[in-house]
């Protein structure tokens, strides 16, 4: 008996028995009609069967991705492309937008100083971290009609002015720094003095503000502006509002501490002042 257990015959039985168990099974569900006996069995073999339904599944998808991998690969390049094109005039529009805006700045600058002649708008295109006054360089130069000296501004208020130039790009050396000495004023009583910069006050982002009078009607809150004396620089550009006010050891003068109107350690683009009425000419005190 054992050996028919073993033996090929019982073997081919079994394979007939199965197929026709699965043949019972799926005319029942076809015809939606299941006995308890072929429900038992349908419960019994269901997760074999999703099991096969599964596999079979994935197979498809990996045929079908391997099949068209060429169709599938030339839709994503063509989506990519889109995007891409998409993104680029994304940023087509935003840079228009960023120059329409600094026109329409310049052309303001222009309707209050009519004797002003500029350049075309500058990007801040480099910054040395290690300058302690912010210095920075911009993205036109000599070509442009720049010249070495030239006065750099913002539509907010003065930022300094040009210290060394080449064809395409010059450097800008901001108010902060000991080498821009400004003549400026007091809008409110017209109390004169000069930007004398030190390390201390450019750290804060401030200028220092000497040769003020003791006496002098200068306090916190006053707005600071270029006075033009020394033909660097033209008059009424706004630099500031005075910070603090103290008086000068010597005793016979007094400093104010400005904020600067233009923060010029964080700004992104200026305009630079080729030629102004009386550009290059000093203020004579005598006349």
């Known amino acids: 008996m054992k050996e028919f257990f073993h033996s090929v015959k019982f073997k081919i039985l079994i ?40 596999i079979s599944d994935g197979v498809a998808g990996f045929i079908d991705k391997l099949v068209n991998a060429d169709k599938y690969k030339s839709r994503s390049d063509e989506l990519n492309a889109q995007l891409s094109e998409m993104y680029k005039h994304t940023m087509d529009y ?12 310049m052309l303001g600058l222009k309707e209050k100083n009519q004797d002003f002649r500029f350049s075309e708008p500058c990007d801040v295109i480099a910054r040395n971290a290690n300058n302690l006054y912010g210095d920075f360089t911009i993205s036109k130069g000599s070509n442009s009609g720049i010249s ?22 010059a450097r800008v050396t901001t108010v902060l720094s000991p080498q821009v000495n400004v003549g400026v004023y007091t809008m409110r009583s017209k ?22 009078f003791k006496d002098a009607d200068i306090k916190e809150g006053d707005i600071i502006f270029t006075s033009g004396k020394s033909g660097l620089f033209p008059d009424d550009i706004l630099v500031g509002t005075v910070k603090e006010v103290y008086d000068d050891p010597n005793g016979f003068s007094k400093h104010a501490v400005i904020e600067l109107a233009q923060d ?11 030629d102004f009425n009386g550009k290059g000419i000093p203020f004579d005190i005598d006349e």
Do not use: H, W
């Open 264 to 274: 010029v350690r964080t700004v992104t683009s200026v305009f630079v002042i080729t």
């Open 148 to 169: 070495e000296g030239d006065p750099v501004i913002t539509s907010v208020g003065l930022v300094g002015r040009v210290t060394s130039i080449a064809d395409n790009y």
């Open 94 to 105: 935003d840079s228009l937008l960023q120059e329409n805006e600094r026109l329409r700045e």
């Open 15 to 54: 394979c007939i028995g199965a197929l026709l168990l699965g043949l019972m099974t799926y005319a029942a569900v076809s015809a939606g009609r299941q006995t308890g006996p072929e429900q038992i069995i349908g419960t019994v073999t269901y997760p074999f069967v999703s099991a096969a339904n599964a």
């Open 191 to 212: 109390t004169t003095g000069v930007l004398e910069n030190d390390l201390s006050s450019a750290q804060k982002g401030m200028c220092l503000m000497s040769d003020i």
